[in-house]
């Protein structure tokens, strides 16, 4: 954590992962500590990793996930997918750590991918929701869902972590 502060502060000259008695773990140093240790169990970084073809209608690959009823609508494509893990939600006051930490890749990925959609600007919807829009190319590419906020495994995942924040 010392060469953590050292690093933070070369950005900001204030920056902590401590309290103001430089002792206790403010909300970024929790999130720290927490990277710190997955990193050491080697918890898996994948939340999902699913990947669709959209002009043949295949499943290509799903990691930590299950996917069915594959289908071509008029607007896209539909599939039903139950995901074995959930995001990791980040609190807004340790958001900066996170950001600073190789947290995403290293913790929580939850790639979306699919291939063969036609070219121009594509809606994701889930359980009705939109979610967000991207073109065909940043599909085909892979959209990580991880940290978005709108979708409803983040606030699945907010409503345990206020449970076990209740319970600590």
């Known amino acids: 954590m010392t060469e953590f502060n050292k690093f933070g502060r070369k950005r900001d000259p204030v920056f902590t992962l401590c309290g103001s008695d ?87 990925r939850q790639v979306l991918k699919i291939t063969g959609l036609e070219p121009g600007l594509w809606a994701l919807e889930i359980d009705g929701e939109k979610i967000l829009e991207a073109s065909a190319d940043k599909f085909a590419a892979g959209i990580d869902l991880a940290r978005n906020e709108k979708t409803p495994m983040m606030r699945q995942a907010r409503a345990v972590a206020a449970a076990n924040a209740v319970i600590c």
């Not at 997955?38 to 669709?52: E, F, N, P, T, Y």
């Not at 009823?69 to 958001?95: D, I, N």
């Open 22 to 108: 430089g002792v206790h773990p403010r909300e970024a140093g929790g999130l720290f500590m927490a990277y710190q240790i997955l990193k050491a169990q080697g918890v898996s970084a994948v939340v999902s990793s699913v990947a669709v073809d959209a002009r043949s209608l295949k499943l290509i690959s799903a990691e930590n996930a299950e996917l069915r009823g594959l289908s071509r609508e008029k607007s896209g494509v539909r599939f039903l997918m139950t995901e074995k893990a959930l995001p990791f939600p980040v609190e807004p006051a340790a958001a900066t750590v996170a950001d600073m930490l190789p947290f995403a890749d290293d913790l929580s």
